[in-house]
């Protein structure tokens, strides 16, 4: 019987979303379906080829993009449960960590998400700018080393456990301590989730604008997509609410090109120009091979 526990630790249900309700990327899901569907849905048919399923998968990319939605709807495409475990709500609660892994042994087959790895095992000595002065996004603590041990442990623990698909994501994949990502029996996978580009945005439009009960056709989605560089999921969505807020104050029951207008002019973008070039430079300097299946 699927349960839910402490849910601010961690929390085991069946997963809710598919790869439509999440807007853009494409490429991430396909990789995700290689990586960590295929596996659990036909693990006898990659052992007959050959082939190792991935040890652990780390996503990794900005707040807001929906990466945490992409894990719950790879363990539906899966067919598996989806036991969600949040690393910042574990510091101080390395006994949760240990009962939250035993239960992903327990609901196999199913998708293990850990979330903000940075927090639980943060790497020591690294700059967390993205340019000078600017540290948007930087968790304000940390587990101690005993927690960082413990969490390493655990997921060392996992590794063998049939059925059960260890998946991670952090902010920054060059702030998490190495031990976890450079160990192959580890997280020994990863998948980038970039900035948003305008045909994500698009999509991720799509998703909230057809949620505005009455919307003018006159609104132009691919316009919207060219002028929100920088916007991440959260800032299409406080967008669109912006728009219909717009609307209602000006008394009218339809949301036109003009409310967008406004509401351009007062949602900030998440991402900074410099927060999207280090994204990218972080990308490219990173060993290639740990991309592939």
């Given amino acids: ?13 069946e997963p809710r979303l598919t790869w439509s309700d999440v807007g853009g990327y494409p490429d991430v899901k396909q990789t995700l379906e290689e990586m960590v569907c295929l596996p659990l849905r036909d693990p006898g048919r990659l052992e007959r080829l050959g082939l190792v399923p991935p040890a652990g998968v780390m996503l990794w990319g900005p707040l807001g993009v929906g990466i945490t939605m992409l894990a719950e709807a790879a363990a539906r ?3 598996a449960s989806f036991v969600y475990v949040s690393g910042q709500e574990m510091l101080g609660r390395p006994d949760e960590i240990h009962r ?4 992903a042994v327990h609901e196999a087959p199913c998708v293990l998400f850990v979330s903000d790895c ?6 020591a000595g690294c700059s967390y700018e993205w340019g000078p002065g600017n ?3 930087i968790p304000p603590t940390f587990a101690d080393p005993g927690l960082t041990r413990r969490f390493i442990r655990e997921v060392d623990r996992i590794q063998g456990a049939p059925g059960v698909a260890l998946v991670g994501s952090c902010y920054r994949i060059d702030t998490v301590d190495q031990a976890l990502i450079k160990e192959k029996r580890r997280f020994n996978r990863k998948v980038f989730v970039p900035p948003p580009r305008a045909p994500d945005r698009r999509e991720m439009l799509d998703i909230y604008l057809a949620r505005i009960p ?3 056709p006159d609104v132009d989605p691919d316009d919207l997509a060219r002028r929100t560089e920088g916007y991440v999921g959260w800032d299409i969505e406080s967008l669109c609410k912006r728009a219909a807020l717009e609307a209602a104050k000006a008394g009218r029951d339809e ?8 509401a351009l002019g007062r949602v900030t973008p998440w991402l900074t120009p410099d927060m999207t070039s280090k994204y990218w430079e972080i990308f490219r300097n990173d060993c290639p091979h740990h991309y592939a299946f």
């Fill in 1 to 13: 019987m699927h349960q839910t526990l402490e849910r601010v630790f961690y929390e085991v249900r």
């Fill in 77 to 79: 495409a899966a067919g």
């Fill in 100 to 103: 939250a892994f035993e239960d």
């Fill in 118 to 123: 940075e927090w639980l095992a943060p790497r």
């Fill in 135 to 137: 540290l948007r996004g």
């Fill in 214 to 216: 009455r919307l003018s």
């Fill in 255 to 262: 949301v036109g090109p003009g409310d967008f207008e406004a």
